[in-house]
């Protein structure tokens, strides 16, 4: 077995998962707990930034995110599976690390640009949402994790949590804190049904772990394809085709799959017949995947008690680590030093 390593990462619960996130992640942290330690956190105070006007959404969605985890395999025997806002030491280490990052760098972060200009904020942005990758920062660096499972649009948050890092044990003469690295997936990101880049919630173009069968058939039947792709007979786009990204995906008989994709390319395969056989592909990684969440949902007790079982162990870890913080800030006041 390698060397054991800390992970730490996350979602914010703003509603149920999708597909989008098991490629991006979900699917290594299956595979990451049977090796490391594991630590999953469910970001309610990240989601709270640019939802504040919304909490009876993110308290409800705790459970779907929670359940979601459950039914994809996380398990709670091997992950920490931990509520973010009830991690007090959190948000203390945000404010102090705070301090180690200018306004104008926080401006810069090109995934919060990005988020500022979709949700039409401009200057009007809430200063929780600016500064989320500072708290992101804390999350990481609690738990001393070295990896960081996350979607590619997560890269710049690691690259901050890694500018504060540097300086913090720079400035503090230390080495509490550890610098982590991001873990994509190989295939960067799943594109949305309707063909655009990312799938989202937000976008409307998403296909949920806890879609019921008939749901996924109507969006497969609707998915985006070659739009050059009119006859039968013509020859039909494959590369940036989302169709052939979720074979790519989720299909096991590569073999099958590459021989679809030059039958495609060279015309006479019809959009019908690749969306069938992808239905099949997805309802049958889907299945065992809402079977095992209905199991789950029949207990919403259960699913809360480990919840707090798993928060109190995060609290463990990540005040044991701001008391290292605090020490190496040198405002440990009432504690004995030489
Ligand atoms: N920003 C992440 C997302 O939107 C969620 C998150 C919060 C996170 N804190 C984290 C991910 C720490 C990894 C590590 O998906």
Redesign the pocket.
């Known amino acids: 077995m390698s060397e054991q390593k800390i992970i730490?990462?996350?979602?914010?619960p703003t509603g149920k998962l999708h597909l989008g996130?098991y490629v991006g992640?979900l699917a290594a942290r299956v595979k990451l707990q049977d090796v490391h330690r594991q630590f999953v956190?469910i970001?309610d105070a990240?989601?709270l930034t640019d939802h504040a006007h919304e909490p009876a959404l993110i308290r409800s969605s705790i459970m779907e995110v929670a359940l979601d985890y459950l039914a994809v395999g996380i398990d709670p025997r091997k992950t920490t599976i931990f509520i973010?806002s009830l991690v007090p030491a959190l948000a203390e280490l945000t404010m102090y690390y705070l301090n180690l990052v200018t306004w104008n760098r926080l401006k810069h972060n090109p995934?919060v640009k990005l988020e500022i200009q979709q949700k039409g904020y401009g200057e009007e942005v809430p200063a929780g949402f600016m500064i989320?990758?500072i708290?992101?920062a804390a999350?990481?660096t609690a738990f001393k994790?070295s990896i960081?499972?996350?979607?590619d649009?997560?890269i710049p948050?690691?690259e901050q949590?890694v500018e504060v890092v540097r300086k913090f044990n720079r400035l503090y003469k230390t080495d509490v804190l550890v610098e982590?690295q991001a873990v994509t997936s190989t295939l960067a990101r799943l594109p949305g049904i309707d063909g655009k880049a990312k799938m989202s919630k937000s976008l409307g173009n998403a296909i949920f772990l806890s879609d019921p069968a008939d749901v996924v058939a109507k969006k497969v039947k609707g998915m985006y394809t070659d739009p050059g792709h009119l006859k039968v007979e013509d020859p039909g786009k494959v590369e940036g085709n989302p169709v052939f990204t979720y074979l790519d995906a989720f299909g096991k008989d590569k073999a099958k799959i590459d021989e679809m994709k030059a039958h495609y390319a060279r015309g006479g395969l019809g959009d019908s017949v690749v969306k069938k056989y992808l239905l099949d592909v997805l309802q049958e990684f889907l299945e065992p995947i809402r079977k095992r969440r209905e199991e789950f949902a029949k207990d919403p007790g259960a699913v809360m008690q480990m919840l707090k079982q798993g928060t109190e162990a995060a609290n463990k870890k990540a005040n044991q680590t701001l008391t290292e913080v605090r020490s190496a800030m040198g405002i440990d006041y009432f504690s004995t030093r030489s």
Do not use: E, F, K
């Open positions: 730490l990462t996350g979602d914010r996130h992640s956190m970001a990240q989601a973010q995934t989320y990758p708290s992101q999350d990481i994790a960081v499972p996350v979607g649009d997560q948050m690691i949590t982590p």
